[in-house]
Each structure stands twice: as structure tokens, then as C-alpha cells.
């Protein structure tokens, strides 16, 4: 499948066959995949949270309006960021570089995150969006079908998933195998409306 194609072919679906089951394989693949995405300074905020146990699903449909894919899609998958990934061992980041690259970048993370909250969570969030972005197309090339969500109840997911203290969820993307084909696009807004060039 062409990126263009699974761009096209990707759709929001609600309804997922609750039987079916990824494999280990498919799930190492698609995660593999997703930490290709782009990050700012190369800092890698996501921490992709794959919730396979039963209990914490239901626990986690139960605040998260009730939405059934939740618990029913193959994988559930919680990307939540870091925010102070750019403050651990930063030096990691850029190990592969030219000696003269790292003398530059490391230092410059540190300026640029440090006493910035507003600055390290909006990056967690585009960070976070775009390996979503991946996810969701990766997943569709693979034969699977996705959901993005924010319907849910941030602090008590963060509290099911015990996520440490510098860490806050962004988003779900729910994968698996769609019981429906997906409704037609409810209303697409014209390339003249959304696009700007240069200024508006």
C-alpha cells in the first residue's frame, strides 16, 4: 500500500471485532514503527503505553465514557509523554552523531526545556500527535483499522496506568479489525478554506 493510499483508506472506526487478536509480531512491527516518528531535538517524549490485560481495559472503558473500542479493539495503546524526557541522559539522543554535532545539540536541549514547563508539554503533545499519525497509517498498511480518541478521563487513566509524576496522557489509538466499513466523510471542507498561502 502506498502512504497515499493509507491516508485515504484510514478512517475513524468505532465498531472492532472483540475476537480478534494481534500477535506479538504484528504488535513488535507496529511499535517499531511508531518510535520512527519525529520528535523535536530527537528528545523522544512518547511512551507508548499497550494495555493487553482484560481487567485494566474494562477499567479503562469505565472512564472513558463507556466507548466500547476501548475494550473491544486488538490493542489499545496510550500515548502519553515524557515531559522531561529532555533532561535524562540527553547526551543518548545524539550518541551516533559527529563528535562536533553533539557538542552543539546536547547543551542546546537543556536550554531550551529547562524552566519551560509550557514548552515541554506542548511539545509532548505534537510529539505524541505525530506518532499517533504513524500508528494510525502503519496500522492500516498492515490490514488493521484505528481510532484516535481523547474521550476519557485523564487523571484517572494516568492513575490506572500508574504513570509517573513528570508523565501525562495524550491520547488512546485503538487498532484492530473493523466489524463495519466506516461511514462516508461527513463533510470535508475545501482546499481554498484551509489552505493559506503566505499570509491571510
Known sequence: MQVSEAIIARR?????????????????KLMS????SPTAFNIQNWRFVVVTEPVLRQQIRAVSWNQAQVEEASLLVVLTADLNAWAKQPERYWRNAPQAV???????IGNYYRDNAQVQRDEGMRSCGMAATTLMLAAKEMGYDTCPM???????????????E???????VVIGKALEPARARAGQLPLDEVVIYNTF
Open 33 to 36: 514503527l511508531a518510535i520512527l
Open 166 to 172: 513528570d508523565h501525562t496522557p495524550v491520547m488512546f
Open 12 to 28: 475513524s472506526v468505532k465498531s472492532f471485532d472483540p475476537h480478534h487478536r494481534m500477535t506479538d509480531e504484528e504488535i513488535h
Open 102 to 108: 553533539q557538542d552543539y545539540l546536547v547543551p542546546a
Open 150 to 164: 481523547d474521550g476519557f478521563d485523564f487523571d484517572a487513566v494516568g492513575k490506572l496506568l500508574k504513570l509517573p
